[in-house]
């Protein structure tokens, strides 16, 4: 599950598991979905000019994608039907993020996996641990086909051909440094902390702009056309004021 937080102008909104053993691992079951869109939903409603929103999580992963377990726990009949279902309910917290009217950073204590790694690009920068953590689509090992939406997240986020590649053809474990020198993540630190310290620097100067937020939306929408128009985001036109 999450919680979120308001310190200031900056919203924490951390992935915190619910207690089981693999709970660390941040798994984007049904449950934990519908848990970050309220979260997303609470944001938007409570944004002002200089709100920004750090997403992070406790433990040693951000998450690791899908809840597969439960989808193979219904059988093989079943479980490609439950995989189906975490893939249509986590399309609008995409679509919620690219739409968040404020500046978003993701701060990755760890590991970020399959459709745990989409949703730290969804956000407008990324931090790191860079001792310990991994970028990594597995779709590819797992023998998963990528559903459009993902696709289209990663044309539009990582802008280079071979990086793209490397990630969803080969399965490449991407590590802090190679990360940044990817354009995939703003920096990488040696710690946690030191990740989601860096967020909130970040957070606390772009904060101090105080952008309109519903402008900031409509820019960033506007940069990535393909993936709003697969998330169904509609173009928005704020009244401006001079």
């Known amino acids: 599950m999450c919680t979120l937080e308001k310190r200031g102008n900056i919203f924490f909104l951390t992935l915190t598991g619910a207690g089981d053993k693999d709970d660390d691992e941040h798994r984007l079951g049904l449950p934990v979905i519908s848990s970050l869109l309220s979260s997303l ?3 938007a409603s409570q944004s002002t000019r200089g709100s920004v929103l ?15 377990a439960w989808a193979q726990s219904a059988g093989p009949s079943s479980a490609h039907h439950r995989l189906g279902q975490m893939v249509v ?12 009217p404020m500046p978003t950073i993701a701060a990755l ?22 001792d310990r953590g991994v970028l990594y689509m597995s779709e590819v090992d797992l023998g998963l086909p990528l559903p459009d939406y993902f ?3 990663f044309r539009a986020k990582i802008g280079s051909n071979s990086a793209r590649r ?6 490449m474990k991407v590590r802090g440094e190679e ?6 993540v703003e920096s990488a630190h040696e710690s946690a902390e030191a990740a989601v310290e860096a967020a909130v620097q970040m957070a606390e100067k772009l904060g101090e702009r105080k952008w309109k937020g519903d402008v900031y939306a409509e ?19 704020p009244s401006a004021k001079l």
Do not use: Q, W
């Open 54 to 68: 750090i997403t992070t999580a406790r433990g040693k992963f951000f998450s690791n994608g899908f809840d597969l």
């Open 151 to 153: 696709a289209a997240a």
């Open 41 to 43: 939903a609470d944001v």
């Open 109 to 130: 204590p760890g590991h970020a996996a399959a459709a745990g790694l989409l949703l730290a690009l969804s956000h407008d920068y990324v931090t790191m641990r860079g």
């Open 89 to 100: 309910a986590f399309k609008p917290v995409v679509a919620a993020l690219l739409s968040l």
């Open 166 to 171: 490397n990630i969803l053809l080969r399965g």
């Open 179 to 184: 990360a940044v020198r990817m354009g995939i």
């Open 219 to 237: 820019i960033r929408m506007s940069l990535y056309p393909e993936l709003c128009a697969v998330l169904g985001l509609a173009k928005v036109v």
